[in-house]
């Protein structure tokens, strides 16, 4: 059967048929109420006012509050206004910044630089330094990723001098006349000809830090006042990105005092020499002039002032060098400080430098390229063996050698009969009757007797070293004297 003919066939039995007026007892869904038309007319017109009033309000305050908080930053522009080539110009008197007088803001205020990236570092430091002298210390710099803060500290507390052990991480930056690029370096080391060699550096002397104990390594960057601003920001942003720091310029922005260090177009800022440098520097003077009881006078007030400074480190190697091994004239306590100190602090300057190759030979193009700096990392270079012998007289033997081999690679790379080598001369044979094991006093001996043969005046004394050899060769025959 079909469907259609059982669905016929059921119809036909009266008990399976639904009873009468069914469909009327069942409940029906009741019609769908339509939104009233006023009310969705109404709900329009709020919409377009609400969307008008935005519009409105956001014409009326372009930077709208975030967090209920505005935002009140005062932008410091700084624009080139001379009739010269923007883009080449480093007369800070063409700079010019608005608004000029920061007097009278919050001091709470957050600034922001903006400066294009051709500007002077003058231009800028000058913006900075009216900042601080005016209380202004929240300070950002305009860049394509945001508004970055700049690394300016307040004036610090007055307190008595750090103890410093390392090397200051100082970056100098200059442009040189002539030049249109800008010369970039650490301390008074040679020119680092890519940014990669220049961090390179600065990493090394950080984790110098690190290995002495300090837990923080400060980056003290000194642009002259004509270095572009783009490049003094790259420093500060690897510095940033490379987590560096505390990162500060030199001079420290300071305001008025700061201000007045700022020199004409063209000539960088008069960096103050640090107390430990300049005793330092006047002690190399004295040594140099032969006045050796000023010169530990000098040393005295170092020892007094800064004992843990790595110049004051220094300054004790060159006055024990020139003592001969003689005893001490300045205090016998320090001696014992210094045996600690003087192996860091020399490992941490020269380290970095890669005097010596491969082969344990000292590299000339290592010393750098111009006068003042070959004789810095000469002398410095013979600190070290002046420093491993004074180990050796502490019990250290195995020193001399290396005092010798430091001595000996000084003399293959200076010119004969200069001061380097007449001091470096001497020092080969002081160290060979230092030591005296074995045929050390012999031969000494014999390399003196060469050395009289060869210039029965010795230098002349136009560097002070033949007296030194006359009494080397009266040291020498006393040893040798059967006893």
């Known amino acids: 059967m079909t469907p259609e003919e059982v669905e016929e066939l059921l119809r ?84 010019k910044q608005k608004p000029a007088d920061l007097a009278g803001w919050r001091t709470d205020r957050r600034v922001v630089i903006l400066a ?50 390392l090397e200051q991480i100082r970056i100098i930056l200059s442009r040189k006349p002539g030049r249109e690029e800008t010369v970039r370096k650490v301390g008074n080391r040679a020119e680092s000809p890519t940014i990669e060699d220049l961090m390179h550096i600065v990493l090394t002397m950080v984790a110098d830090y690190g290995k002495a104990g300090k837990a923080e390594a400060p980056i003290h960057i000194d642009p002259g006042a004509d270095v572009p601003w783009e490049d003094v920001l790259q420093i500060v942003e690897i510095c940033r990105k490379e987590r560096l720091g505390p990162v500060e310029f030199v001079p420290p922005v300071r305001g008025k005092a700061a201000v007045a260090e700022l020199l004409p177009a063209g000539a960088g800022p008069r ?70 100190l003087a192996p860091v602090v020399y490992d941490a300057l ?38 491993q012998r004074e180990l050796a007289r502490s019990g250290q033997k195995f020193q001399y050698d290396n005092a010798s081999t430091v001595f000996s690679n000084v003399l293959r790379v ?18 060979l009757v230092d030591r005296g094991a074995g045929v050390d006093l012999k031969l000494a001996k014999v390399g003196l007797e060469n050395v009289e043969r060869a210039y029965p005046e010795f230098d002349e004394a136009k560097y002070g070293q033949k007296e030194r050899f006359l009494r080397l060769k009266e040291k020498i025959a006393e040893l040798l004297q059967p006893k």
């Open 12 to 95: 036909r039995v009266p008990e399976l048929q639904p009873p009468p007026g069914l469909e009327d007892r069942l409940p029906r869904a009741a019609a769908p109420k339509r939104f009233p038309a006023a009310t969705a007319i109404a709900a329009s017109i709020m919409f377009c006012l609400g969307i008008l009033y935005l519009v409105i309000d956001s014409a009326q305050d372009p930077a709208p509050p975030s967090l209920g908080i505005k935002d009140e930053a005062l932008r410091i522009v700084i624009e080139h206004q001379g009739d010269c080539d923007e883009a080449r110009c480093t007369d800070l008197r063409h700079w």
């Open 116 to 165: 294009k990236s051709s500007a002077p570092w003058g231009a800028v430091r000058r913006a900075l330094d009216g900042c601080v002298q005016a209380g202004l210390v929240r300070i950002d710099y305009s860049s394509p990723g945001g508004d970055r803060p700049l690394p300016v500290t307040p004036p610090p507390a007055p307190r008595g001098p750090e103890k410093v052990i």
């Open 271 to 340: 960096t103050p020499a640090q107390p430990d440098e300049t005793s330092f520097a006047d002690l190399q003077k004295e040594l140099g002039a032969g006045r050796l009881g000023d010169a530990v006078k000098v040393l005295s007030d170092m020892i007094a002032r800064y004992p843990d400074s790595s110049y004051t480190v220094r300054g004790y190697t060159r006055v024990r060098a020139r003592l001969d091994g003689a005893d001490d004239l300045v205090a016998a306590d320090y001696r014992k400080k210094w045996l600690t």
């Open 350 to 387: 020269i380290k970095p430098r890669k005097f010596v190759d491969g082969r344990g030979v000292l590299d000339p193009t290592a010393l750098g390229k111009t006068a003042p700096e070959i004789a810095e990392s000469l002398n410095l270079y013979m600190e070290l063996g002046y420093m």
């Open 414 to 431: 200076v010119m004969v009969q200069c001061e380097w080598w007449w001091i470096c001369k001497y020092e080969v044979l002081a160290t």
